[in-house]
């Protein structure tokens, strides 16, 4: 809690400060009169004891089944940690990126262990990019350290250059047990209805009965990425590769996206062209930009579409519920903002010319056939891109690192700045959704914003940072002194590295990190709830208009009402400008930065029992024993809360 406050001076200070918007507070806890701090030493111990004793107390629940599921993810038996055992060098270090130009998954019989370039549409991949299962022995892993959900009937083998899997997908997945699909707070908008029996529907269905959202989070990136394990994913893919999962099942995406609903969305939905849509081709080298102005109705569009242009409908998620619900449980697998694109071409044809992006990119294909060709970024500047490039013609380009024909239920990954391109060939259309996220999300971008917030800090605080500068320091500094030999110089220079050296004990790194979790709360989609998170929350209550009057008025929380956040990603505590303020994605809009962010302001008093509801989760927690002073702000908390639609109840208010 003093963190909070210290950050909260800061951020007063510094550059962080930003011009917060009137919220129209409500509820009786904004009503009570702001009363001294009364947080006292014990108070802050009793958050952190309180927890670890109701941890130390739960009872085996419905969560342990989940997290005895997710830790067979790391486990010595993983197919991806023996891998990464059989990659490391004499020195016994695993070292970096040196898993070859792709990856390359297979999740079909392991007779087809890989595609030939004329079951590719004779794409011309170079021989030294996909190395064929033909391997040295003693740089391939069995399958027997697979664990048993993961291991394919017929056998696979890992190869450390080109990842061949072979698996049965959703093999070992759960049965449905649900038949909802996941709800939230919105009203429903256009979508696509889920077929029963596909892998989508399923999913959806196993999500809808996993009590944390975190897990379900991972739950939903494990079915993206199958047969490849998350964690081999994360720490050796991972803004290194480009990855292609070839899985042979047409319908493992089907019920996300359509053409279907794109010509649903068109007819019912107020679609411009520029804000929402573009229709643009790519023609002799040459990109063009069709969009005319104005609503984007079906004849203009499918006129456009048959003159040869792509498609793009820009944040699919705004007009489609399934979209919407995919991305917003993802986004807290990533900890950053999802977003997507879903793009149609026609046959026999190119919407874009070759680039990069500044996102990390998941290619998902949907209907149809497109041959993709993916490069490695030119240049060192270009790794990782900062930002997205220029198009560039045929000549700016070399081999490509992944040349391959996506089918539907295919999944393609490349990191930032991999330069890419794709057309359809064949007389057959291509549709696909990009899944993009990791948009400005990095040490730099941290940085950027904590070295000006040190800097102030330390010259308010360290005298040396106040000394002033040598008198004759421009006779020996500066671009024209740099091939220079004097001894003063040299000093200058070390005494530089001192100071910087020395800015680390002053870098607000809490409170940076604090602005940028509120950056991320503005940014994110509203959530998606379960079927239970909506019964047990202010959104399951009872109360309607019947009979000329509302009925089933006047549920109340108590102090031996048990709670929990609604769920882990949703609010975050941010000191600013001496104050404490609760900011949450419950309200957000499905278009991005639709509504300025909400927020709820902390009492002091409450401070340390907020802070023990965001830390329990999904820990059940007695609204009395929460580290309040009085009953009072116990109640007025929880209530507060509750109503806001940030908290659920373990069993439902009557």
Known sequence: MDGLRASAGLLRRGRLRRRRQQQPHSGSVLALPLRPRKIRRQL???ASSRMAALRAQTLPSEDSEDSRVESTVGEPGDPM??????LLDATGREPHGQ????????????????QTPRALGEAQTPAARLVEAQTPPARLVETSALPARLVPASGSLVETSALLCSAQHLAAAPPSVASAPLSGPQGESTGGELPWDSPLQRILAELNCIPSSRRRAARLFEWLISPMPPDHFYRRLWEREAVLVRRQDHSYYQGLFSTADLDSILRSEEVQFGQHLDAARYINGRRETLNP???????????????GCSLRLLCPQAFSTTVWQFLAVLQEQFGSMAGSNVYLTPPNSQGFAPHYDDIEAFVLQLEGRKLWRVYRPRVPTEELALTSSPNFSQDDLGEPVLQTVLEPGDLLYFPRGFIHQAECQDGVHSLHLTLSTFQRNTWGDFLEAVLPLAVQAAMEENVEFRRGLPRDFMDYMGAQHSDSKDPRRTAFMEKVRVLVARLGHFAPVDAVADQRAKDFIHDSLPPVLTDRERALSVYGLPIRWEAGEPVNVGAQLTTE????????????????????????????????????????????????????????????????????????????LATMLYDKGLLLTKMPLT
Request: proline share 7%; charged share 20%; net charge negative.
């Open 293 to 307: 102005p104005g609503r984007a109705l079906p004849a203009a569009a499918w006129s456009l579409y048959r003159a």
């Open 561 to 636: 009402t048990e709670v929990h956040m609604l769920q882990d990603g949703i609010a975050r505590l941010v000191g600013e400008g001496g104050h404490l303020f609760l900011y949450y994605t419950v309200e957000n809009s499905r278009v991005y930065h639709l509504e300025e962010p909400k927020c709820l302001e902390i009492y002091p008093q409450q401070a340390d029992a907020m802070e023990l509801l965001l830390r329990s989760y999904p820990e059940f927690v007695r609204v009395g024993d929460l580290p309040c002073d009085t009953v009072e702000d116990q109640l007025s």
């Open 99 to 114: 898993l070859g130009p792709a990856e390359l998954l297979e999740a079909s019989p392991a007779s087809r262990s890989l």
């Open 44 to 46: 802050r111990r009793s």
């Open 81 to 86: 940690a023996g891998g990464a055992a059989a």
